[in-house]
């Protein structure tokens, strides 16, 4: 198992657990009141109603995006390091030395 | 037969009305939250550091006796896809640069510029799919309600399918289509469109921040305007779970529950796509032989 399926079992399971925990205290919460408000069934359906676009945003757009392969800290997350070293283009003295034997070469031919 | 047809196009009209809620919704949160700029920045920042292998802060070079750091100080909200051009990087990062390099530049360019209009489209389609399941789920707007009321109430359906009604939608849609094409580029990616033009209204403009906040504030109240007069329109399948004098068992939960994630799913699919479909039902129904008139 990869580091990365780990996690997102991880990310997943502690989802499920948190969105069961919800739903039974909105469910106890519900039918424990007065009659006249909200039922049980009500507010397990609004927790519902604000979970399930909170984690369509919070995987699809906001912090947990990157996981699906897409945007947000991918940048911080990058470094010269995690690059394959054929991509690297040469550091930057690397490529100014480059550059004088280049224009040495181009002045004595 | 009649009835049916009528029955799709009275739904694709509330459909094509729900699509524009939830556009304007969409568009609300991207220039609250101005998602662009971050990822222009992201594909900047990866480009140099594939270019140079140094981070975009670091990066520096000595002109005339005198170090300069081309990357300080840029607001990246004030910028849109247009800087990012091999030009614009070549006068940035030239004496960097190594003639091989300099070659490589406009299509490393190209690279980032695609991916940054892809991954944006993306999260852009994502957003719209968030903004329309909360829209609802919480407003509680069920697509199998709305359906069955439309089959079985003759008047409604004739309210939503009658040819004026439905030209006007069409009409309205396709203005809408024309101003998000000319005026605001950045609203019509939460329709699905592919996002190449997507930018902030902001990013091109050099408006000040006062601008852009009223800009936000006569969206917000379009929102609000949108979504009251939604909820005048369709005044069926829309908000029973919090009418306490209907009894709600599970069952009830779970029709209530599909039928909004189905129609949240629906109307993120795009206002384009209903305005199409409404387009070519509207035909389909005019060339129909025995055509009520």
Redesign the interface.
Known sequence: MTASTRSRWLIGSSVAAVVVVVLVLAYVLGESRKPGGFGGLQLVYIALGVLIPLFVYVFGVGPLSALDGAPAAEADAVTPESLEPATVAPAVAGAAAEKETAAGAETKS | MFTLLETIIGFTVVMLLLSFLVKSLTSVVKNHLD?YS??L???V??LV??????KLEDVEFRSGGKTFRPFDGIDWKRLGEEFLTADNFKALLGP????S?LDALKAQVEIHKGKLNY?FA??MK??S???G??LC??V?INAFTIWQTLYEDGQTRAKFAEPDYVAAVLERAGDAEDVDGTEAPAEDDAAGDDGSADQPADGEADGEGSESEAALAKEREMFRKELESFTSDVDFGVGR??D?TVP???G??LN??LG??LT?VLVSIGAPYWHDLLRTLNRVRSDEPGRRT
Not at chain 2, 49 to 54: A, E, P, Y
Not at chain 2, 96 to 99: G, N, P, Q, V
């Open positions: 998602y971050g990822h920045e992201s594909e920042r990866k550091l594939r270019m140079l292998g140094t960097l640069l190594t003639a390099q991954i993306r999260r994502n957003l799919l968030a903004c399941l909360a789920l919480l509680n779970i919090y306490e709600l068992g599970p009830g939960l209530e529950l909004s994630l949240g």
